[in-house]
């Protein structure tokens, strides 16, 4: 499946919700689910600091395509992790280097990715954006 | 105290959040705007725009009347012996700024500067800038884990070497009510200055500088009612004026020659520039509407609805609350076991209901509690108790959603 196909998988996933605490009941299910980044990987250099949350990120390639592991303290955060993750993993550095992530716009979870937000967030879609551009290389 | 009569005069109160009536508990940031400030801008900038104290026309005219209507309206609630002892500023934070730019001014290498364990940033960062510039040494009050502060302490870091003590009336993250009075007393005992930071004071409190004989207090307009970016900083005639100027630039100057120049008198010598006019203004409304309340009425209101939301929130299991001060102001500091306050917040806002969270700009306090932020709630006097009880119940909704 294609990014794009991705993206459009998860906006129709998220259609059928109608009500906001239906939607994050599913965020924070996915958060839960989010596959753990080995604890070795969660080390300072790792750690994102926001001001409201945290995140952990580790980034790898494999046979030519990107992995990603990540972590929050907060499960909304991790929730919208995984949303990302699931979009980037196992696609080629380049693909995820120019990757807009357009779809959190579309399932209205756009505020998290808000810089004043400070959750950390922004600065892992950068994080993962650099490492993809540095296996691009 | 007839509540809905003050709601009505609120008109956000009546909006919508995400479909859900607004639950607005986040006071301690900025409070919500009452008619008759919302109408005061706005006919300002309809009728009376011109700028003030440099024209003889008419708008000119009766726009620096108001403006210094509106500073005598503040002078007189906050009970200043003169009216150029109150100073128009940006907000608490430029208020402080000035004291640590201009009265530091008058500081020396080894003199020493007291603030407390519980600062907002704003009564922390611009000392440390004044310390660094002038080589004096700052020194703190300890706080205890209920949230008061270690007045025995206090009492022995003074010294003829200390120059000043600021401190907070009320602390924003705990609601702690500091004893302003003895702390003020015992820091002229050595010859020093106080300020007091009043942000979180005038709305809940009546506060008359006089009486409490503080050298600064400073406050901001925004968490009182009134409009954004107009503040006040008090003070007395006497250090105001061995103070040198903070900004240069019009209003601020008597005679202007190339070589150098003469400075005005108060207040205009520490207001250089055109002002904010409307705010100053608005600032002045926000006051007149804190005239027609009783003020104990309100301080009796507001802590109904601190006791009321305290005792349903400690139903809640696993809650820890953070400043259990003696005295305290309508501000209730929480965590909930294996809840993070970012989650918890989202979730409240997504059912209308607007609350802090994180550090507040205390990151001291935290530290001291070891946590990384609280979920804050803090209470105006147009807050009810039915909305208490939406949020407890969204609460009840939330904390099972969260939890494993
Ligand atoms: C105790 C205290 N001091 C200072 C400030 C800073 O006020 P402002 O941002 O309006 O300058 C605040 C506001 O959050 C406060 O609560």
């Known amino acids: 499946m294609s990014i794009q196909e991705k993206e459009q998988e998860i906006i129709d996933e998220f259609a059928i919700y109608e009500d906001w605490m239906d939607k994050y009941e599913y965020i924070i299910e996915l958060g839960k689910d989010l596959p753990l980044i080995e604890e070795k990987y969660k080390t300072e250099d790792r750690l994102i600091k926001g001001c409201q949350s945290q995140v952990w990120l580790h980034a790898e390639t494999k046979d030519g395509k990107m992995k990603f592991t990540a972590d929050s303290d907060a499960i909304i955060t991790k929730g919208i992790i995984a949303l990302l993750i699931r979009v980037v993993d196992n696609e080629s550095p380049s693909d995820v280097a120019t990757s807009q992530f357009s779809f959190i716009k579309e399932i209205g979870l756009q505020e998290h990715l808000s810089p004043t937000r400070s959750n950390g967030l922004v600065s892992m879609v950068k994080e993962m954006k650099l490492n993809a551009l540095k296996a691009v290389k | ?404």
């Open chain 2, 1 to 404: 105290m007839d509540i809905q009569a003050i709601r009505s005069q609120f008109p956000i109160l009546e909006e919508k959040v995400h479909g859900k009536p607004l639950v607005y508990f986040d006071n301690g940031a900025t409070t919500q705007k009452p008619l008759s400030v919302i109408h005061r801008l706005s006919d300002y900038y309809t009728k009376e725009n011109a700028n003030i104290h440099r024209g003889v026309h008419t708008l000119s005219q009766e726009a620096t009347t108001a403006y210094e209507n509106a500073r005598n309206t503040i002078q007189k609630y906050i009970g200043a012996k003169e009216n150029h002892e109150v100073l128009f500023t940006k907000g608490t934070t430029d208020s402080i700024n000035l004291v640590a730019y201009s009265f530091g001014e008058l500081l020396q290498a080894g003199d020493e500067i007291i603030i407390s364990a519980m600062e907002h940033h704003s009564n922390i960062v611009p000392w440390q800038l004044l310390c660094e510039r002038k080589g004096c040494k700052l020194r703190f009050i300890p706080m205890d884990d209920k949230g008061d502060l270690m007045l025995d302490t206090y009492v022995e870091l003074l010294s003829e070497k200390t120059k000043l003590v600021a401190v907070t009336h009320i602390s924003n993250s705990l609601g702690t009510v500091n004893d302003v009075k003895f702390i003020i007393d015992k820091a002229h005992g050595v010859g020093a200055k106080v300020l007091i930071d009043g942000a979180q004071s005038i709305q809940h409190i009546k506060v008359n500088v006089q009486e409490l004989d503080c050298d600064f207090y400073a406050f901001s307009g925004h968490k009182l009612f009134g409009p954004t970016g107009i503040g006040v900083l008090y003070g007395k005639e006497e250090i105001l004026n061995q103070m040198p100027p903070y900004q240069g630039g019009g209003d601020m100057i008597k005679e202007v020659k190339l070589e150098q120049s003469t400075y005005n008198t108060l207040p205009h010598k520490f207001e250089a520039g055109t002002p904010n006019i409307a705010g100053g203004i608005g600032l002045g409304t926000a006051f007149e509407f804190l005239n027609s309340l009783d003020m104990d009425k309100v301080h009796k209101h507001e802590q109904e609805l601190l006791e009321y939301a305290t005792t349903a929130l400690k139903k809640i299991e696993g809650i820890q609350f953070y400043g259990q001060a003696k005295e305290k102001t309508s501000v209730i500091s929480f965590l909930i076991e294996g809840l993070h306050p970012y989650d918890v917040g989202t979730l409240l806002d997504k059912m209308g209901i607007a609350v802090r969270t994180g550090h507040h700009c205390t990151q001291p306090i935290m530290d001291q509690f070891c946590i990384p932020g609280t979920i804050r709630v803090s209470f105006a006097l147009y807050n009810t108790k039915e909305e208490i009880d939406l949020f407890i119940s969204a609460l009840e909704r939330i904390i099972p959603m969260l939890k494993n």
